[in-house]
């Protein structure tokens, strides 16, 4: 019997039945039995509450080496608490014979070989024989309550999923069977959650624990994206099957889902990175490249305009200017401001159009080899340029 079970049954009673923490609950019960003596369910919450209120009788504050706190569940023999281990400190958990159970070599025993049953998924429970024998283990966390707060996504919920699978196969496959667990006995593991009870269970349905899974794991995650395991609590929450085994293959394909987005996500994004290295590393050598070869320096003809007057380029290295002669020279690259393109592609045309003329070079002092030199710098600069405004488009 739990909190929960006590609040179920006087919730079924007719009429308005007192709160369980009222204290005239059990006087108010008794009241109602002898009214109706043959009440089956009067009965067994007059005898819930009972056994509820006389938990602490004949107990110590200190049992079987934990510091008692609050009550977990009880029945006629036993009672479980939450408690503190006086030893390390850490929250435990203990159940404890009531003082004439503990009378009773048959129920001294019974409480052991229940303990052995545990001790497959419970491998850290202990027995303590003493003049009232318990079983006592520490807990793996603090309870595991619905509550916002998770921050670290998908994947993070479906490791949780997984181990917390893992872990409540083991209660169904090795141990006595799954329990209803209180709230108190769901305990945040940190890598899963888990189920903690020294009281075996009568039957074993895994639904209300899946259930309470699902209710955790969903108000925990906060995504709001579509999500193959996200649907399967869903479904959990829905209509959770009774068998823990029976989750498993929807599971795996929950799972297997989420593995293969996650690697057509990892293959594109090492695409991607392999595309952005290499773009990174050309445009290192184009850099590189346009640092390396500044503009010849010279002066030459590069034939005449409309007018007949004698186009001279001229460059000291880092400027290259162009125009007709006798006039102001525009600038066609200097190596602060970078190119006037309309510029430097009209000098690319005026040496395409006509050959280089030695005449002309000779009236201006030019040589006629700078000139093929510079045309060809100027075009194959121009060139540089475009793969670099190309690959600058790219990164961005």
Not at 153 to 158: P, W
């Amino acid at each position: 019997m739990t909190h929960d079970d006590l609040a179920q049954l006087l919730a079924q009673l007719p009429g308005a039945a007192p709160g369980i923490d009222d204290p005239d609950l059990v006087p108010t019960l008794e009241a109602w039995a002898d009214q109706d003596p043959g009440d089956p369910l009067v009965r067994e919450a007059l005898l819930a509450a009972h056994l509820r209120a006389t938990a602490e009788a004949g107990l110590r504050p200190h049992t079987a080496g934990v510091s008692r706190g609050a009550l977990v569940r009880w029945d006629a023999h036993a009672t479980t608490w939450i408690g503190t281990d006086t030893q390390t400190g850490r929250p435990a958990m203990v159940r404890v014979l009531r003082p004439h159970a503990a009378r009773d070599p048959v129920l001294r025993r019974q409480l052991a070989r229940e303990g052995r049953a545990l001790r497959p998924v419970l491998p850290a429970l202990r027995h303590v024989d003493d003049v009232l024998p318990a079983l006592v283990v520490e807990l793996p966390g603090p309870p595991c309550l619905p509550s916002r707060g998770g921050t670290a996504g998908e994947h993070a919920l479906a490791r949780l999923l997984a181990g917390s699978l893992h872990h409540l196969l083991a209660w169904e496959r090795f141990g006595p069977g799954l329990p209803e667990p209180a709230p108190a006995e769901v305990r945040d593991a940190g890598d899963h959650v888990a189920v903690v009870s020294l009281t075996p269970p009568s039957g074993s349905d895994a639904g209300p624990v899946l259930r309470r899974l699902a209710d955790v794991l969903l108000a925990w995650w906060q995504e709001a994206t579509d999500s193959p395991v996200a649907e399967l609590l869903g479904g959990l929450q829905a209509a959770p099957p009774r068998r823990v085994a029976d989750v498993e293959g929807p599971a795996l394909a929950a799972l297997a889902e989420l593995l293969a987005a996650e690697r057509h996500r990892l293959v594109h994004r090492r695409a991607s990175a392999g595309r952005a290295d290499r773009t990174e590393r050309l445009a290192r050598i184009v850099a590189r490249l346009d640092a390396a070869v500044p503009p010849p320096a010279g002066r030459a003809a590069l034939g005449v305009d409309l007018e007949g007057q004698t186009l001279v380029v001229e460059s000291d290295g880092d400027v290259v200017l162009w125009g007709a002669e006798g006039e102001e020279p525009g600038v066609v690259f200097d190596l602060e401001e970078g190119f006037d393109v309309p510029a430097a592609r009209r000098l690319v045309r005026a040496r395409g159009e006509a050959p280089i003329s030695a005449r002309l070079n000779t009236e201006v002092g030019g040589d006629p080899a700078f000139a093929e030199r510079i045309a060809r710098w100027v075009a194959a600069a121009l060139d540089l340029r475009t793969t670099r405004m190309l690959l600058e488009a790219v990164d961005g």
